[in-house]
């Protein structure tokens, strides 16, 4: 692949293609789509987080004989939702290993009937003992996976880190945690699985049709061609609804398969919050060496997450996160090492970010007591370490994509008006009786598309289809949840044929008539999946004998001659992803080039803190990256101004209160996420450096935002308080705990409070 | 029947009238419904979406009698005589400035949010006591960071002035 | 579901006096969360109120404002005069849910429903409101402060309605209220507090600080004494005679009183 000119770039900006119909209420969500019959679909859950089973009761006043009624005897194939590992059964079979693990399915046309019967089911588990805190080592009797519960261990070493830590003037200690986050994606989970014939058609909400497709084969027993995966309209995934359709799609599908009828399950909001996975919890411990002038000379960072009670994607996010670890920062002597804790929790898995934003939180939260120990500005302490052309991270790649991280820092301070911010500061701080202001920054980096080899394993394919009436498809797997897909694909096609927006069609996620494009995560659908539509419209090019200066009506027209030709033919440009020149990575060593290239940020957080309450609210935040070439400036901007929300509700809010080994508050009421009134206007701002093999120069951007705010939120708490809070959420009581000043007041100067 | 209470008894229909988007209508439900569930599952009106069942996220934002509410929280034996609108009776039109602004992406909450958007429009008199976001702030949204929404909103009321 | 639809109070009250177990429906904001899941309410008898047009909205008469029976936030919110004579009636309905509950929520059903951490009870109580109850037995009025008797347990008898809230009208000196909440709207109250004083003396009403909203007597005669309050520690002693706040899934008991203590201590410095 040779870089190529950047043609056609559609500016000023589409509007979202589908947004009217999601404006207007048109568009329809699986749970919107008109059915004929069809029964409803439930789930009954184990009660405890381990043990046998040992008896499951259906209980009196409801009449059984009108329920379909599936339990793991039912399931054709292995009992296992297939993954990275088979570990995870579809339904428990004698045991389970986690609160609300599915035990039982029930059917039923009415869906409060069905309501009653799942609470008339009595399961019974004589309890085991279980293992609930995964920073702890295991007790002897809760050990379930290996000989130590350790479901993943990965390290990565540069240098010689006990040498150099040995040897520095200065060492740094630091112990950093993060709780579980829930996505609360606005549409809940939910699936429709129906028999066409003898193929078993599933539609739902989803990120990656081709992983149901394969945990259907699988566990059904059942021939690809025998089924179809069609992702509808999805409202919202962030990671959540990477996997865990699989598990809803098998349970829809196996009502179906056994009543013989459309079954439709949507989960509902409690269900969806209790059952369904969530953000790793991390612990990162740090031990740093560093020069008197403030340079990194070693690095010493363990990672421990917690995986919960099956394996799911944990070594990929547990992956992902220790490589992000030492941050965008240049060290000869750096050593990670990551280990994901089985526990009988309910599994986590992919949420925005994949294990970074844990990481970088940790991290970034360092830097700053690292600055503090010195007593330097962190804004230096990070200019004298940001990765320099020709430096290398901590798994050896070499960066020279020729992006001035210091400048982006530079600028991002310029933009918060840094400087003049922290005097401002320094003397509302020793005037006010009731607030205290700070501002706080992380800079960070975020690999886009797969790990290592990923992307070469997953081979990606893509079509663009010319139509007999002269328009084109695109035909991939990959998928519309907010993030923009169907704008920026058709964009992308409409620019590189030299069409109208009007002429290019996005094919619906239908396995029976897409290839697999991989899954819509990773931050790669635009840069990775776009640049494949763009190749596969130069297929399609040559495929019709067209030059690169054909346009318009000529392609139209070309594609029109070309049915004409060939009545009842598919005329299709394929693209199939390549392994960029000069990357390489040994996934035994983890060295080498961990990503094709990174997304950087420079994020600042300006708070204030409440005296009284200990809350703290954000009053200023900007968000500058340098995230390639910005493909759509509204779409890019909503993204970031998104991840940004969602790292500040993580930062400060969302907290998962776990009793035994249940989330306690499994209701929106009780797990809070920002509203409009919690949020500053969040200002963003990009410096684009195009990435030559990204699609029109794009890098992935949709997880970036998820890595910054929540240490430089916690850093600027730390400026405002003279706390050094190392764990979030940092809620008013975690603030108050440490942080127990007194109320500094002189009734003569003191703020009247206006009520 | 006029003038005397009624006494409804348990697993019957109920009749209902009310106004929807203009008309009146009369539909025999479950009295166990909710607005909620009588517009997306009786009517097919399915602009209106559940996000929560609790009244927090306000997806299923409908008017009742004029006001924003959680229709998931109203039960329906309550709409009777009452003038309920929609998502679906939203002038197109009223929403490109939400459109153009980044209001919506997965469309989840949008309905929603375009119903408490418009609301704020048509009473921008509101705006002297409260701030778009406080008026917002019963409409999550897990994606925009609510600039988009807020955005949009201001462009509306400049557009409509 | 049994369903009791009455067209006028009279009747309301008739069916609730044959039906006592029946469940008076008013702006539902309460009773229907999480409804479809909730099968065991489905079987309950519901009374609707939502007919009875002489309990809607809210009246000003020479020594007080009625709130009627199903007054809702909205109505206080969008009365200019609420916010002039009795301001945090208005505040405390501006910080109860959204405006999507504002418009349905009522007054009475927020004092009927006795959550500890109800959003419209501590400024009501702490403007010395008076319960109007009414049932086919006749009218009783019973001050908002006596009217819990213990966690969810009222002087509100099965058949009586609560048909208004009656609040004086006075000058005050000095009106507060502080909802500690997660976040700024949308919120269960971890702390709430309301502080009035008039030539009636002080009220000192807390929210989530004891099984029911309650008004605080040693504080408030700490208050009457004018004892010298120097720092949040001095209000702590009287404080902890009065509440006794408890851990919970929202916040912690020490959290809770230590901020009760400091929004309290800067509610009343210098006055």
């Not at chain 1, 079979?93 to 693990?101: F, K």
């Not at chain 1, 056994?258 to 953000?279: H, L």
């Amino acid at each position: 692949m040779s870089p190529r000119s950047f043609r056609a770039v559609y500016s000023p900006p589409v509007d979202r293609l589908e947004g009217l119909a999601k404006l207007t209420g048109r568009e329809r969500y699986v749970d919107d789509l008109p059915l004929d019959e069809f029964l409803w679909g439930a789930t009954v859950r184990s009660p405890a987080p381990r043990g046998r089973i040992t008896d499951v009761r259906f209980g009196p006043g409801v009449d059984w004989s009108q329920f379909t009624i599936v339990d793991h005897r039912d399931i054709p194939g292995p009992n296992v939702i297939a993954l990275i590992e088979n570990d995870q059964p579809v339904l428990a079979a004698g045991s389970v290993r986690h609160v609300h693990e599915p035990v039982l399915l029930l059917a039923h046309p009415d869906r409060e009937a069905l309501r009653r019967a799942v609470a008339a089911v009595a399961i019974s588990v004589a309890p085991e003992p279980a293992a609930l805190d995964f920073r702890l080592p295991p007790a002897p009797e809760a050990i379930q996976y290996g000989s130590d519960n350790i479901l993943k261990h990965l390290s990565i070493s540069k240098g010689d880190v006990e040498r150099a830590l040995a040897a520095a003037p200065i060492v740094v200690e630091g112990t950093y945690e993060t709780g579980a986050q829930e996505h609360v994606y606005l549409e809940p989970q939910g699936m429709i699985a129906q028999l066409d014939g003898d193929v078993l058609v599933l539609r739902g909400s989803m990120q990656c049709p081709y992983y149901v497709l394969k945990a259907l084969r699988v566990a059904l027993g059942r021939d690809e061609r025998q089924l179809r995966v069609v992702q509808t309209p999805t409202g919202g995934g962030f990671g959540g609804k990477e996997e865990f359709p699989s598990t809803i799609a098998l349970h829809t599908a196996l009502l179906s398969l056994k009543s013989g009828k459309m079954v439709k399950m949507v989960y509902d909001r409690s269900e969806d919050m209790a059952a369904t996975t969530k953000r790793h919890p991390a612990l990162v411990r740090h031990r740093t060496g560093v020069a008197t002038d403030g340079r990194l000379l070693a690095q010493d960072i363990a990672v421990i997450m917690d995986g919960g009670a099956y394996v799911t994607l944990s070594p990929v996010v547990l992956s992902r996160g220790i490589i992000h670890a030492a941050g965008p920062y240049a060290c000869d002597h750096v050593r990670i090492d990551g280990r994901a804790m089985f526990t009988n929790a309910v599994p986590f898995g992919a949420f925005r970010g994949f294990g970074a934003p844990q990481t970088h939180f940790a991290n970034e939260r360092h830097m700053d007591r690292i600055a503090a120990r010195l007593g330097l500005d962190p804004a230096e302490l990070r200019r004298r370490n940001l990765l320099r052309d020709g430096q290398s991270t901590a798994t050896g790649q070499v960066i020279h994509d020729g992006t001035d991280r210091v400048a982006l820092l530079d600028r991002a301070l310029s933009l918060a008006g840094y400087g003049a911010k922290r005097a401002a500061h320094a003397s509302h701080n020793a005037a006010s009786a009731t607030t205290r202001r700070g501002i706080g920054i992380a800079t960070f980096h975020h690999g886009a598309g797969f790990t290592g080899s990923g992307e070469v394993a997953l081979a990606s394919r893509l079509h663009v289809a010319g139509l007999p009436d002269g328009r084109v498809e695109v035909r991939s797997a990959n998928i519309e949840m907010g993030q923009g897909t169907l704008t920026v694909f058709t964009a992308l096609a409409a620019a590189r044929l030299g069409l109208e927006l009007s002429d290019v069609v996005i094919a619906e996620a239908d396995t029976s008539r897409v290839p697999n494009s991989g899954p819509t995560v990773a931050s790669r659908t635009a840069m990775v999946v776009g640049h494949l539509v763009e190749l596969a419209c130069d297929a399609l090019r040559a495929r019709v004998d067209l030059d690169a200066s054909a346009t318009g009506e000529t392609v139209r027209n070309a594609l029109r001659r070309w049915h004409e030709h060939h009545p009842g033919e598919d005329l299709v440009g394929e693209a199939v992803y390549q392994r960029p020149p000069g990357i390489s990575w040994d996934d035994s060593t983890y060295r080498g080039d961990a990503y094709a290239t990174f997304g950087w940020g420079a994020y600042v957080a300006e708070v204030e803190v409440d005296l009284r309450t200990w809350q703290t609210r954000v009053t200023d935040f900007v968000a500058l990256q340098e995230v390639g070439h910005v493909l759509n400036e509204c779409l890019a901007r909503g993204q970031i101004q998104g991840g940004v929300a969602q790292a500040i509700g993580w930062a400060l809010l969302e907290e998962c209160r776990w009793r035994d080994g249940a989330m306690a508050n499994a209701q929106l009421t009780n797990y809070l996420i920002p509203t409009s009134d919690d949020l500053p206007p969040i200002r963003v701002a990009f410096v684009e450096n195009p990435y030559p093999l990204g699609a029109q120069g794009a890098k992935g951007l949709g997880e970036l935002p998820m890595d910054g705010p929540a240490a430089a939120i916690l850093n600027a708490v730390a400026a405002a308080t003279g706390a050094d809070p190392c764990t979030i959420p940092l809620t008013p009581e975690r603030l108050m705990e440490i942080a127990d000043w007194g109320l500094r007041i002189a009734d003569s100067r003191g703020e009247g409070t206006a009520s | 029947m006029s003038g005397q209470s009624t006494i409804h008894n348990p697993q019957s229909a109920i009749s209902i009238t009310f106004t929807l988007n203009g008309s009146t209508i009369s539909v025999e439900v479950d009295p166990a419904e909710r607005l909620l569930d009588t517009l997306r599952y009786r009517l097919g009106l399915t602009g209106t979406k559940e996000g929560c069942g609790e009244g927090e996220c306000g997806a299923c934002t409908v008017y009742l009698d004029g006001l924003p509410v959680n229709s998931c929280l109203v039960p329906i034996y309550q709409v009777r005589g009452c003038q309920v609108e929609t998502v679906e009776s939203l002038d197109p039109a009223m929403l490109q400035p939400l459109l153009a602004s980044g209001a919506t992406q997965c469309g989840a909450c949008t309905p929603g949010v375009a119903m408490t958007a418009c609301w704020i429009r048509e009473h921008r008199e509101l705006l002297a006591t409260h701030s778009i976001r406080e008026l917002l702030a019963g409409n999550l949204c897990r994606c925009t960071g609510y600039d988009g929404i807020v955005d949009g909103i201001q462009t509306s009321l400049e557009v409509g002035a | 579901m049994k369903l009791l639809l009455p067209k006028s109070r009279g009747q309301a009250l008739a069916l609730l006096a044959a039906t006592p177990d029946a469940v008076p429906m008013a702006g539902g904001t309460d009773l229907l969360v999480h409804w479809p899941l909730r099968t065991a309410e489905h079987d309950r008898t519901y009374l609707d109120l939502s007919p009875l047009s002489d309990l809607k909205g809210v009246r000003w008469e020479e020594g007080a404002l009625v709130l009627g029976g199903l007054a809702t936030y909205w109505d206080v919110i969008r009365d200019a005069r609420a916010a002039q004579e009795l301001p945090l009636l208005v505040e405390a309905a501006r910080q109860v849910g959204a405006v999507q509950i504002q418009a349905r929520g009522t007054w009475a059903g927020n004092i009927v429903n006795a959550s500890p951490a109800a959003d419209g009870v501590p400024v009501l109580m702490a403007y010395d409101a008076v319960v109007v109850l009414e049932s086919v037995r006749g009218r009783v009025e019973v001050p908002l402060a006596e009217f819990y008797l213990g966690y969810k347990q009222m002087r509100r008898a099965a058949d009586e309605l609560i048909v208004a809230i009656r609040v004086p009208r006075r000058t005050y000196a000095l009106q507060r209220f502080f909802k500690v909440g997660a976040r700024r709207a949308q919120a269960i109250a971890k702390v709430g507090l309301a502080v009035t004083r008039s030539s009636a003396g002080w009220r000192v009403v807390a929210a989530s600080m004891a099984p029911t909203i309650r008004r605080c007597p040693s504080l408030e005669r700490l208050l009457e004494d004018g004892a010298a309050i120097r720092s949040p520690d001095d209000v702590l002693p009287a404080l902890t005679r009065d509440v006794s706040p408890i851990d919970d899934i929202r916040s912690s008991a020490t959290y809770r009183r230590q901020v009760m203590a400091r929004v309290l201590y800067d509610a009343v410095r210098g006055s």
